[in-house]
């Protein structure tokens, strides 16, 4: 009878596992996650290997196949593995096949197609029947073709319907696109920072996706309308959107900004710190977030180039309806008196369950500090405010003092790193805490 491809060989079956193996898996029933390479295996030990997968399968919860390709064994080793030992792995929640996919070297027996026939094997061996608790899948390859990661996403959607989570590195992105914009499956996408998006073409996103995380992928202004074609042209149901630490400057958030208007469901998460926003950016995201994102819980935007004229436009679109919003992170932008005044009449009228406001670093001095003052006196929600690094003085601190005697609910208030205060600055402060007893943390510092 001819031997199966996927069994080792009959005269090689009974060679054992070495020690320093056994030790490795033995640890791994106490932490749960389970680590095998395709170098810890020879042909002849994969058949105790399997029994000991067997008999310890309600055990181990994240499982990580790592595949070099660096010995002589080739991958069916996985293969019979997945076959015998991982399908009895009923528990399992997380799947990791770290696929490295080497160029031929002598002594490298198998091809990138090869690794893919592979991972389809194991996937199919990981069926919802097996594995029902399987909720993420992580793929990490180098080397890979479009068209292989293709094969391998279509394998995960027949087999694995279950996994909610796919991570993938940043080379990845462009190439899962048929997947993300046919697929009815919800699921959250997280992208690892090990490589740079690719510039150009074809990104696309399910209908069903919820969440997007590409904090510091190098997304610049170009790449950045491309994904947000992409967002339009399929109306999202995004609830939670992270583009932080890229470079997306005005073009990019204005091209965001129609995007989002589009969407069927309001955002409740949109974080763009660090991105080169002007106020012509963030005017473009406030009508989007105006019109229809009115369930808005958090917004950053912090470290950006946000001016008097972008606070105003932002405060326009915030005033409309958003009682929902929770916390608006602005610090370390250019927003100072025409601006704050905006932003202060729209926080005191509307924003009833604000309870974190960020505004460090803007340069209000204490013109703006007074019109912020004015507003949270009364504010019932609010817990914590940040000022620090405002070149606040003295007729500003004045100000903050009368409104912590007054208010009845901020319980952190950050304000080093202003101007040196008085004598008569720190009696007002100490006068205000007699009549505060919310407040636990008052932090005071002076800059120069």
Same mark, same amino acid.
């Given at each position: ?71 002589? !064994? ?245 005033? !409309? ?128």
């Amino acid at each position: 009878m001819e031997r199966s491809p996927n069994e080792p060989n009959d005269e090689l079956s009974e060679a054992l596992l070495n020690n320093e193996t056994k030790e490795r898996l033995n640890r791994c029933l106490e932490d749960g996650r389970m680590i095998l390479s395709d170098q810890d295996l020879e042909l002849g030990n994969c058949c105790e290997l399997a029994n000991w997968m067997q008999e310890n399968a309600a055990s181990v919860k994240e499982v990580t196949l790592l595949w070099t390709g660096d010995n002589n !064994t080739g991958p069916e080793i996985l293969v019979y593995l997945a076959n015998r030992g991982l399908s009895k792995w009923r528990n399992l929640v997380q799947l990791e096949l770290a696929t490295i996919f080497p160029k031929r070297h002598p002594g490298v027996l198998v091809s990138t197609a090869g690794a893919v026939i592979t991972i389809e094997a194991i996937l199919k061996a990981l069926s919802k029947d097996q594995t029902p608790f399987l909720q993420r899948f992580q793929l990490e390859g180098k080397n890979m073709q479009r068209a292989n990661i293709q094969v391998i996403i279509e394998a995960l959607v027949e087999h694995l319907p279950n996994v909610t989570t796919l991570g993938i590195t940043r080379k990845e992105l462009v190439a899962i696109a048929p997947f993300l914009l046919l697929s009815d499956k919800s699921l959250c996408l997280i992208v690892s920072r090990n490589d740079e998006v690719s510039k150009g073409g074809g990104v696309r996103f399910n209908r069903c996706l919820k969440s997007l995380d590409l904090v510091h992928c190098g997304i610049d202004n170009v790449q950045c309308m491309a994904l947000a074609e992409c967002l339009k042209e399929v109306g999202t149901s995004l609830t939670q959107l992270d583009l932080g630490g890229n470079g997306i400057g005005d073009e990019g958030a204005e091209a965001l900004g129609a995007a989002l208007s589009t969407s069927r469901e309001s955002l409740d998460f949109l974080s763009l710190p660090d991105n080169d926003i002007g106020d012509k950016g963030v005017a473009a995201l406030a009508r989007a977030i105006s019109t229809n994102h009115r369930s808005l819980k958090h917004l950053d935007l912090s470290a950006n180039g946000i001016g008097d004229e972008g606070g105003v436009a932002l405060a326009h679109g915030l005033s !409309t309806s958003h009682e929902s919003l929770q916390s608006l992170n602005l610090s370390h932008n250019h927003i100072v008196m025409q601006g704050l005044e905006a932003l202060a009449a729209a926080i005191g009228t509307n924003h009833t369950l604000l309870e974190t406001l960020h505004l460090a670093g803007n340069q209000m001095q204490s013109g703006g500090a007074r019109e912020v003052a004015k507003v949270i006196r009364n504010h019932k929600s609010l817990t914590e405010l940040n000022l620090h690094d405002n070149r606040i003085d003295s007729w500003g601190a004045s100000a903050l003092a009368e409104m912590l005697a007054r208010n009845s609910a901020l319980k952190i208030l950050r304000l080093y790193g202003n101007a040196r205060m008085t004598e008569q600055d720190f009696m007002s402060f100490g006068h205000a805490m007699k009549h505060n007893r919310i407040l636990e943390r008052l932090e005071l510092g002076y800059r120069w």
